[in-house]
Nanobody
Framework: QAQLRESGGGLVQAGGSLRLSCTGS????????LGWFRQAPGTEREFVAV????????FYGDSVKDRFIISRDNTKNTVYLQMNGLKPEDTAVYYC????????????????RGQGTQVTVSS
């Protein structure tokens, strides 16, 4: 059974950095796009970033552009999200997803989705 598992979340002070990882099992994701989303309490799930299978095409949500970096290691079946310059408004559960059928900006388009990892940024 294919699964995605996020790790690396935690508590960090504003201005700090965290690196999230998402590793797949039961399926090889090397030929599929991988994305990150986040959801804060009381809000809709928000697109954060997506990376194509080759790593050549990368897109970011406006709120994280110039602060976050998405990357992948296909030999490890893993996608990363390096988060720098963290702000309290970045506090959310972060989810990874793979293999979008439609728009890569929409969570529902992805065929594989993780359970999330909590990121809390204190002011």
């Amino acid at each position: 059974q294919a699964q995605l598992r996020e790790s690396g979340g935690g508590l960090v002070q504003a201005g700090g950095s965290l690196r999230l990882s998402c590793t797949g099992s039961g399926h090889t994701f090397s030929s599929e796009s991988l994305g990150w989303f986040r959801q804060a309490p009381g809000t809709e799930r928000e697109f954060v970033a997506v990376i194509s299978w080759s790593g050549v095409s990368i897109f970011y949500g406006d709120s994280v552009k110039d602060r976050f970096i998405i990357s992948r290691d296909n030999t490890k079946n893993t996608v990363y999200l390096q988060m720098n310059g963290l702000k309290p408004e970045d506090t959310a559960v972060y989810y990874c997803a793979a293999d979008p059928d439609g728009s890569w900006k929409h969570w529902e388009s992805y065929n594989y989705r993780g359970q999330g990892t909590q990121v809390t940024v204190s002011s």
